[in-house]
């Protein structure tokens, strides 16, 4: 079926979840490294957000930005559920999410060229994917509730 017959193909949905996705991880990002910086005294500015140079494995300002970006990729991931909602589109919006940043990241500096940034974004990538499908899949098999468990319910309390 293409996706012009398709009445559950919304492309101005999936445009605004993008762009949702995309605020709310900046969004978490930016919370984190404040974090970060109270309790390490690292320093905050765009450069860390979108350049490849603060982050490495040698120094304790590179470890932070390093973790910070690994556990923004766990928020990623619950805001993937919730935004999202499918486990099948989870790794689609998780790709577009960091092909965005790269694209961003590009135009800010230059086209990052150190390794330790692109084994983080790998590393998160592919966590904020399996964990967001794992978390979608869980609500997608809940049961829904009948009328009649809503009845027992209200008659058992």
């Known amino acids: 079926m293409s996706p012009q017959n398709n009445p559950h193909f919304d492309p101005i949905l999936i445009c605004l979840q993008i762009a949702a996705l995309q605020c709310f991880y900046y969004l978490a990002m930016g919370t984190l490294w404040g ?11 765009l450069d860390h957000f979108f350049t490849a140079k603060y982050v490495n494995f040698v120094t304790l300002s590179g470890w932070v930005e ?9 928020v990623g991931a619950y805001l993937l559920s919730f ?3 499918r ?7 998780t790709f577009t ?26 590393v998160s ?6 964990l967001g499908e794992y978390l979608c899949a869980r609500s997608e098999l809940q049961d829904i509730p009948s009328f009649a468990q809503y009845l027992n319910d209200m008659i058992a309390s």
């Open 35 to 45: 974090i970060m910086h109270v309790l390490f005294s690292s320093p905050v500015s």
């Open 66 to 74: 390093a973790t910070s970006v690994l556990l923004c990729s766990v």
């Open 83 to 85: 935004i999202v909602e």
């Open 87 to 93: 486990a099948k589109k989870c790794v689609d919006f």
């Open 97 to 122: 999410l960091f092909f965005l940043h790269v694209c961003v990241s590009t135009f800010y500096y230059q086209f990052p060229l150190v390794w330790e940034w692109w084994l983080v974004q790998v």
């Open 125 to 130: 990538s592919v966590v904020m994917a399996t």
